[in-house]
């Protein structure tokens, strides 16, 4: 090797290394970590994280962070953003995070392999649509027999909702090629004609529409009433030794989609940055139907909770029944939910 690459070689190498003595990576967690904030230290106000993925079904987890930096009491939430359910499953398996938003029959399925989660509130109602290209001529689920959809998961309500669709119109379980693709992928692969459509949560739908490559076949509100996908799941270790943090996270979260319903422009504009997405497609989803998507009556039923361990079992997405008392948990939902006071003006 010569003596001029060898020099600089060693000056790369300095470089190199004078940035990792700099920037020191190793203390810094990557914007999408699943890294759990924890209790502060004692005498000061505490801090709990919770995960959500950028889809509505989850808006109510960064309002509840907004509306909690704005006060000075209670417990802090800061919002962690996921772009995959699987990431998700792996940090509440581990611990890295003790709450979260998630599919239902994801949180069933944890809960039967043993990680001891509750549902303590559910996320939404309805808020999926079942997107085809803006030229395909479906008029029916009937009529995408050999083409490809995507799913957020199989654990996912719009897999079952997706092939309870196909049963009510007489179609074979691979009459439609099923593909799982994270939700923020969905828009851009329809418009890369790599899927046929998809079944997600908003506001997934809504850019395909506004993008003009897609539009909506099927609102899940159509499909199965006040559908619902996602739920807040919340370890029992974080119930059992920091019950007032939970009590403080479904409060906010209640109240947070007391105000949403009413406020929902101004919920886009706060959701927008940590969503990273548009602020226009959120007030769009958010409005366009204003049912699209609700936030109201959002304590979870036997009746809602059973429908889709059913539904799972008969998918075999579960290979076993659901105890559903043993499930949820709605102990720390108030009894008179009133809307939170929330001055979106301070951002």
């Given amino acids: ?56 079904c989850h808006l109510t987890c960064p309002v509840t962070d907004f509306a909690t930096h704005q006060s000075a009491t209670g417990t802090r939430f800061d919002s962690q953003r996921f772009t995959d359910f699987p990431t998700v499953a792996a940090a509440i398996k581990s611990k890295r995070l003790q709450a979260t938003f998630m599919i239902v029959p994801l949180a069933m399925k944890l809960r039967q392999d043993g990680v001891p989660v509750k549902i303590c509130y559910l996320g939404h109602r309805d808020g999926s649509e079942i997107v085809v290209g803006k030229d395909d001529p479906a008029k029916s689920l009937r ?32 009459d439609i090629k099923v593909r799982v693709l994270p939700p923020p992928q969905m828009p851009t692969a329809l418009a890369a004609h790599a899927i046929d459509g998809y079944f997600v949560g908003e506001p997934f739908c809504g850019k395909a529409e506004m993008d003009g490559t897609g539009r909506v076949l099927y609102y899940a509100k159509d499909v199965w009433p006040h559908f619902v ?36 422009l101004e919920a886009a504009k ?47 997405v579960l290979q076993k029944p659901v105890q559903v008392s043993d499930l949820v948990d709605r102990e720390f939902i108030p009894k008179d939910i009133q809307p939170a006071d929330i001055k979106t003006a301070a951002r």
Avoid at 19 to 25: D, E, G, N, S, T
Avoid at 145 to 167: C, D, F, W
Avoid at 271 to 296: C, F, G, H, I
Wanted: aromatic share 4%; proline share 6%.
């Fill in 229 to 264: 996908s996602c739920a807040l799941v919340v370890h029992e270790d974080l119930i059992r030794d920091h019950p007032g943090q939970v009590r403080d996270l479904v409060s906010g979260i209640a109240r947070s989609g007391a105000w949403a319903d009413g406020h929902r």
């Fill in 143 to 174: 009529d995408l027999k050999g083409k490809t959809l995507a799913i957020p998961s199989p654990y996912s309500n719009q897999n079952l909702v997706l092939h309870e669709l196909m049963r009510r119109q007489g179609m074979a379980e691979d």
């Fill in 1 to 56: 090797m010569s003596s001029s690459l060898k020099i600089g070689l060693g000056v790369v190498a300095a470089i190199v290394l004078l940035a990792l003595l700099r920037f020191q990576p190793w203390r810094h967690a990557p914007a999408d970590a699943t890294v759990h904030t924890g209790p502060a230290a004692a005498g000061t106000r505490q801090a709990l994280t919770v995960g959500f993925l950028p889809v509505t």
């Fill in 270 to 316: 706060i959701a927008a940055p940590m969503y990273r997405q548009n602020q226009k497609l959120l007030e769009y989803v958010l409005t366009t139907p204003k049912d699209r998507v609700s936030y109201s009556m959002l304590t979870p039923t036997d009746e809602d909770l059973q429908k889709i361990a059913d539904a799972a079992l008969q998918q075999k």
